[in-house]
T-cell receptor, first 108, second 115 residues
Framework: QQPVQSPQAVILREGEDAVINCSSSKALYSVHWYRQKHGEAPVFLMILLKGGEQKGHEKISASFNEKKQQSSLYLTASQLSYSGTYFCGTESNNDMRFGAGTRLTVKP | GAVVSQHPSRVICKSGTSVKIECRSLDFQATTMFWYRQFPKQSLMLMATSNEGSKATYEQGVEKDKFLINHASLTLSTLTVTSAHPEDSSFYIC???????????FGSGTRLTVV
């Protein structure tokens, strides 16, 4: 019942772009994206509600395809501070489950 | 922004004792709180969902008698690990939200070590 995230890991040079995908087999109410740095709690990035929203947050944006129950997180012109593990969380039937995470490393 | 306070941040306890972890929403009413467990380099595994005023819903495989969850008010949920054993050592983290419409905010987590 956990959403499936891909890729598992990605290494970027500063300034490069990346896309992280999240898919679910369940009908979703919303998709949430979080970033977690080592030893810290996950930090909320954005929420996409049912209705096929696309949202932006600085150079990080995301889309939600309700029909396919898929969401993608777009990181453009990556910065060193973007490094961390990104989790998508899918909400349905009053539960909130997370994908396995995508470890993003941005190098100078 | 929404703030969730989780205490303690670290706890070491002896095998067989109980530990209580508190999760408080400081500036909003949390209609729903989730409790997760995270092992090193792994994802957040949902343990239980707690709605204010009702019993927690536990995930399959999570012992409700061992992991007692109480959501007594719209700002406080507690997780009590009873008769802790070394295999219960993990990072426990809560998240809270108001009907999920504005995302869920995580507490800072509690690293439990059972010796």
């Amino acid at each position: 019942q956990q959403p499936v995230q891909s890729p598992q890991a990605v290494i970027l040079r500063e300034g490069e772009d990346a896309v992280i995908n999240c898919s679910s087999s369940k009908a979703l109410y919303s998709v949430h994206w979080y970033r977690q740095k080592h030893g810290e709690a996950p930090v909320f990035l954005m929420i996409l509600l049912k209705g096929g929203e696309q949202k932006g947050h600085e150079k990080i944006s995301a889309s939600f395809n309700e029909k396919k129950q898929q969401s993608s997180l777009y990181l453009t012109a990556s910065q060193l501070s973007y490094s961390g593990t990104y989790f998508c969380g899918t909400e349905s039937n009053n539960d909130m489950r997370f994908g396995a995470g995508t470890r993003l490393t941005v190098k100078p | 922004g929404a703030v969730v306070s989780q205490h303690p941040s670290r706890v070491i306890c002896k095998s067989g004792t109980s530990v209580k972890i508190e999760c408080r929403s400081l500036d909003f009413q949390a209609t729903t709180m989730f409790w997760y467990r995270q092992f090193p380099k792994q994802s957040l595994m949902l343990m239980a969902t707690s709605n204010e005023g009702s019993k927690a819903t536990y995930e399959q495989g999570v012992e409700k008698d061992k992991f007692l969850i109480n959501h007594a008010s719209l700002t406080l949920s507690t997780l009590t690990v009873t008769s802790a054993h070394p295999e219960d050592s993990s990072f426990y983290i809560c998240s809270a939200g108001y009907r999920g419409r504005y995302g869920y905010t995580f507490g800072s987590g509690t690293r439990l070590t059972v010796v």
